[in-house]
């Protein structure tokens, strides 16, 4: 096995708590099930969000789907004029025994034209 490091990304319609967690939890659940990604695998997940998001710590939502041992840590995007609004994005690191190419990065929601170079 090696350390592998996984994308996904999604859209907020409200800067609302209920909002955050059920879009983060949708999001990193796809993200371990697309993938096949056991729970004891995760080394470290990383979330930023956009400035207009701060009703919720994306951290918080993901501790709700069990992975409260997990080292968790949320950050502030970089505020680029022509950036994605309620955008939260994440990269999870974990042990895997795929090739890179074979990784399914996840875009939900609004995000799915940041990468149209990932298959579905």
Known sequence: MRLLALRGATTCNEDTKEEIERKTQALVSAMLERNSI??????????????????????????????????????????????????????MHFYGDQPRKELHHVYLEGTRILRDDLPE
């Open 38 to 91: 056991l729970h004891d695998d995760l080394v470290s997940i990383l979330f930023t969000a956009t400035d207009d998001l701060h009703a919720e710590f994306p951290a918080t939502a993901a501790r709700a789907l069990g992975l409260g041992d997990v080292p968790l840590i949320c950050a502030r995007e970089l505020g680029i004029t022509h950036g994605m609004p309620m955008t939260i994005r994440v990269m």
